[in-house]
């Protein structure tokens, strides 16, 4: 138990980091945003690659903060039918949401690598490259399994152990 808490651990930093990445890249979308419609408002000239570069600006602040939204449980949920279920069928329930989760960032993980790797494409206006932003995604999808994994294994301890 002691190696698992102990990489548990590790995870959990590791997404708060991440999370804390891509805070990082949210002030600069807003100050940008803010700065193109004042720009447009007063001049009638939008800021050129505004919209491209908000758009990466925005995929790297929620690509970073998926894994620990799933830490703080921040994710929409409906459980209005688990909530009705004991205990254990909860848990059993909840294994299941978190094993199919696991394959869902397990395919978003894989097919980020593979994608990344293949791209040779760049935007349109500022001819930004697409590789960082595949890779970007193969790392959200590490860190999100990592956290359902974690998830998967807490909800296995409540079924089996009984608790929760």
Known sequence: MGMFEGTGRVIKKASFYLCC???VF???LMALTTVDVIS???WGKPIPGTFELSEYLLAVAILLGAAYTQQVKGHVGVDFVTKRLGPRLR???ESL???GCMII???LAWQGYERAFEETTVSDMLRIPQ?????LVFVAGITLFAEFLLDFVNSLKSLIGGEK
Not at 131 to 135: C, E, G, K, V, Y
Request: glycine fraction near 4%; hydrophobic fraction near 60%.
């Open 21 to 23: 990445a891509g805070m």
């Open 40 to 42: 447009r408002a007063i």
């Open 105 to 107: 960032a397990a395919l």
């Open 26 to 28: 949210v002030m600069p």
């Open 97 to 99: 949401c978190n094993l």
């Open 131 to 135: 590789t960082p932003f595949r890779l």
């Open 91 to 93: 848990a059993l329930s």
